[in-house]
């Protein structure tokens, strides 16, 4: 019995090769922002074997969106850390026995469908030569833009609708969840936030909206006709070339 179970193993290993531990980190950073985590349901990255398309790990980013003054605050030199053990990151650890050439795909923010981003890039792993520290970091351009009023589908009666117009607000955050203000780290006043309306699928005009309180962009838009109105908000900043949309469908009735 003893003999066949050892048999049995060395074939096993005949057949696999001494597979050894190899460790991955993979990061998603917000551009112009922080590390992708917790706060906002995290990235989900995908290891993929580039030759067969074999998941070989897979999971979500989890951890805090990192030092502020270290990542938004200071020059950084070649070789410098951004992270450290509390950084939002996947560990995904691995048994190969021979060079393996993966592709890194990174799905982020995870849980808001209108402003996820893929990212991805490829690179081998060798076995026993963990890429660990920051590891491999991907890009995650954007917004996320949440029109909170007035809300998809909803039935306005066009006599509700005050003089000022129809309130128009939406909830904007960085792709880390960092927040955005008047005269922030993340400054509302280096952005153009607009709502551009149209009427039974004619463009009918746009208004800008303000930054009155953090991430909370607000503005009227005077309506005369009943109709199946559309609005889009858009978020761009020229300086880094960040954009943005949500886009909501509304009724209003006589």
Known sequence: MKKSILSLTL??????????????????????????????GGAHVIVRNSLNGE???????????GNTDL?????????TELSDDKTA??????????????QVVVLSPIHKKNARVQASTELWLIPGKHILGDGIVLEIPGFVV????????????????????????????????CPIEVDG????????????????????GEVELDNPAQNSFQGHFGI????????????????????GVDIVNYVVRD
């Not at 460790?23 to 985590?37: E, H, I, P, Q």
């Not at 990151?89 to 021979?98: R, S």
């Not at 005369?224 to 954009?243: L, S």
Request: glycine letters at 8%; aromatic letters at 8%.
């Open 146 to 177: 949440d029109i909170l009023k007035p809300s998809t589908h909803q039935y306005i009666n066009l006599e509700s609708i005050p003089d000022s117009g129809l309130p128009i607000e939406a909830h904007i955050v960085m792709m880390c969840g």
């Open 224 to 243: 005369k006709e009943a109709g199946y109105y559309q609005i889009t908000v858009y978020a761009y900043n020229p300086k880094t070339g960040n954009t």
């Open 11 to 40: 074939l096993l290993i005949c057949l696999h090769g001494f597979a050894t531990e190899t460790k991955l980190m993979v990061r998603a950073k917000a551009k112009d922002a922080k590390f992708v985590g917790s706060s906002i």
């Open 89 to 102: 990151g996947f560990l995904a650890i691995l048994d190969i026995n021979e060079p393996v050439f993966v």
């Open 71 to 79: 990542i938004m605050k200071s020059a950084h030199e070649r070789y």
């Open 185 to 204: 780290i993340w400054d509302s006043k280096l952005m153009e936030v607009k709502a551009m309306v149209k009427k039974d699928g004619e463009s009918v």
């Open 55 to 65: 998941i070989m790990a897979e999971g979500n980013t989890t951890g805090a969106t």
